[in-house]
């Protein structure tokens, strides 16, 4: 696990891939999460993303750091979502790896049930989805049950990981 420069990591990813979850399920592109500091010193999130029915899906939370001493990992909390409205509470939310230049992040769960393939830009390099798909593995998941996301200036399939 990386330790986070939490300065580093604010700001706006694009989900590239990800293993299907719930709330994925109204998105259809262009899947994003934006990171900026509240007054508390929490880290504000504002996850969105263009629905099938072409409109603006969006959802905001807190995320708190659980372990300082790598600081990359978080409990992130949604009021109103049921088992997610707790401010304080366990990890849930690990970045387990990190392109060197903060250019992509594979996030997952203590569970390794979750995952999500972050990234600045639209699009990765071949050689940086390797890195990526070689840090899924490492961290005994499957690249298999990630699905590209699609993204407006980048891929505009739906495929598994091991795929393409």
Request: hydrophobic letters at 35%; glycine letters at 6%; one cysteine or more.
């Amino acid at each position: 696990m990386p330790r986070l420069d939490l300065d580093r990591y604010l700001g706006t990813w694009r989900q590239l891939a990800a293993v299907p979850q719930y709330f994925n399920l109204a998105c259809a592109r262009d899947t994003q999460a934006n990171y900026s500091l509240d007054p508390q010193g929490d880290i504000a999130v504002r996850n969105t993303c263009t629905t099938w029915a072409n409109t603006r899906n969006e959802i905001s939370g807190t995320a708190r750091v659980t372990d300082p001493e790598t600081n990359a990992q978080l409990h992130v909390s949604f009021p109103g979502v049921p088992t997610q409205d707790q401010l304080d509470g366990p990890t849930n939310y690990i970045v387990t790896a990190l392109g060197p230049d903060y250019s992509w992040a594979l996030v997952t769960d203590p569970s390794r049930i979750s995952g999500f393939v972050l990234a600045r830009a639209a699009a990765l390099d071949a050689d940086a989805w390797q890195q990526v798909r070689a840090a899924i593995t490492t961290v005994g998941q499957n690249p298999c049950v990630y699905l590209t996301s699609p993204t407006t200036g980048g891929d505009s399939r739906i495929v598994p990981l091991c795929v393409g």
